[in-house]
């Protein structure tokens, strides 16, 4: 059974897993599905049509499901869907999806959102993301796999940030940022490998030969983007994280940091 405190407010339709903490104070209106064992502190505010997975914990004052913040919204009826453990700092928002992308804003399992961050419309935060305090997430912005944000960043909409890149605090991203990658800066620049996060997370020496040759050729200020791709097609045709590295530069639309 669900343990609500007796002045938070549970519209009918409203669905509470079991083991289910409800602080002092929240709302959760009638669309909000909660899954089993999560904790919602005081004053926070659950609306819109959300999913939240089991085991997740949404700090003091956060807003979470809200209408999107785009004015080509006409109250359609679109989603947040947050996976599992993740947990939610203090005033942090999310907004539901528009009917212009998949009409859904996507939070993956494992991420950790420091207070006041914001994640727009249509974001997909993907699985073991950390965000650190007072971070904004336009619209559309998609974070890979292990993708760490320090504090105070602004990332502007549609950009792409590849899995394990590791961002520096009081950056301003408006291109895309390549996997593998640590940066900072108004505006972002690329400094080299996320060589620690790497290792933390068992990449092996060969491994991580491989994505620092690939790393160095693409940067390389003397090579056209073409000859720098081709160069590294041929010198690791098989390795795979080289193979992600290479397709994530060629579908990118807005460009890569530099």
């Known amino acids: 059974m669900a343990n609500i405190h007796p002045t938070a407010t549970i519209e009918s339709g409203a669905e509470l897993g079991e083991g289910v ?3 002092s104070n929240v709302i959760v209106r009638s669309r909000v599905k909660v899954g089993n064992n999560v904790t919602v502190s005081a004053g926070v505010i659950l609306e819109g049509n959300t999913t939240i997975g089991s085991g997740c914990s949404i700090g003091y004052y956060s807003v979470i499901g809200g209408p999107p913040q785009d004015l080509k919204y006409k109250g ?4 947040l869907v947050i996976g599992e453990n993740t947990v939610i700092r203090e005033y942090v928002t999310m907004n539901a999806g528009t009917i212009q992308a998949d009409g859904i804003t996507k939070i993956g399992s494992n991420c950790l959102f420091m207070a006041y961050c914001h994640v727009g419309h249509d974001c ?6 950390i965000i650190a305090n007072s971070t904004n997430l336009a619209g559309h912005v998609i974070l890979e796999d292990f993708v760490t944000i320090t504090g105070a960043v602004g990332v502007s909409q549609f950009v792409r940030v590849g899995k394990h890149a590791y961002i520096g605090g009081h950056s301003a991203i408006d291109r895309s940022v390549a996997p593998y990658c640590t940066g900072y800066g108004n505006r972002l620049n690329i400094k080299g490998v996320n060589l620690i996060g790497l290792k933390r997370r068992g990449y092996s020496a060969d491994q991580i030969r491989a994505i620092n040759d690939a790393h160095r050729i693409f940067f390389d200020s ?3 983007k073409a000859q720098a791709i081709k160069e590294i097609d041929e010198l690791y045709p098989d ?4 193979r992600y590295f290479i397709e994530f530069i060629r579908n990118c639309k807005n460009g890569i940091a530099q």
């Open 21 to 23: 903490e409800i602080g």
């Open 76 to 79: 359609e009826d679109t989603r």
């Open 124 to 129: 997909e935060v993907r699985d073991s993301v």
């Open 222 to 224: 003397s090579k056209e």
């Open 239 to 242: 390795q795979p994280d080289v």
